[in-house]
């Protein structure tokens, strides 16, 4: 059985979000210790900001759709070991794809730097006071956390794969576009 193809769509989009925030960061903190502040570091972080920004909207549909309907069942090929540790593994995504953006715009509303592009802000974080060194100690923890979730996403792609290569037990497809 296939996950919802709405649920697909939002997996998929969120993911193709994330493998692009991900360069796109290292890219930013790079140029901006290499003192690049040009309209290109300018750009980057506008991409970033806005991208980052509509992850953390749509993990509010997806925590909808997790709470309002039931995930298809696993095969029964799979050991209840193994359906805990992707269980967790899904659930430690959910939580880092809401703190890393929270964290991002916590960061740009603290320092502040909440232009997207000219003529567009973001709204203010709410309650998130101004403060240079707060901003500079959030920057900090949104980078660590993002880190740690692109090697959980490595790893996922790896365990998806390995679903789809060598068990062949279908659950790829539960996520993937082509009807069984
Ligand atoms: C899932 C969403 C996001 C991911 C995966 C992500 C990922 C990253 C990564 C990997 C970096 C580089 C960190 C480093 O090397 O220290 C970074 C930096 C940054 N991110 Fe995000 N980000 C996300 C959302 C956001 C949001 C929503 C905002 C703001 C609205 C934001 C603002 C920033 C800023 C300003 C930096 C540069 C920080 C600095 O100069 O130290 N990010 N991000």
Not at 21 to 42: H, M, S, Y
Request: charge should be positive; proline fraction near 6%.
């Amino acid at each position: 059985m296939q996950y919802p193809s709405s649920w697909r769509a939002l997996h998929w989009v969120i993911a193709l979000c994330v493998m692009s925030l991900i360069p796109i960061g290292l890219w930013i903190v790079a140029r901006t210790e290499a003192n690049l502040w040009d309209d290109l570091t300018n750009l980057l972080y506008g991409i970033h900001k806005a991208m980052g920004f509509t992850v953390l909207l749509l993990m509010g549909l997806r925590v909808a759709f997790k709470v309002f309907y039931k995930s298809p069942a696993y095969p029964d090929s799979m050991s209840r070991k193994q359906i805990i540790a992707a269980k967790g593994l899904h659930h430690l995504f959910y939580v880092l794809l809401i703190a890393v953006p929270l964290l991002g715009w916590a960061g740009v509303t603290a320092f502040p730097a909440l232009i997207v592009f000219p003529g567009f802000d973001l709204p203010g974080f709410p309650g998130v006071p101004q403060n240079e060194a707060l901003a500079q100690r959030l920057f900090q923890i949104h980078g660590t956390l993002a880190i740690l979730l692109a090697f959980l996403v490595l790893g996922h792609i790896g365990a998806a794969l390995r679903h789809l290569v060598l068990l062949k037990d279908r659950v790829f497809q539960r996520m993937w576009f082509k009807r069984r």
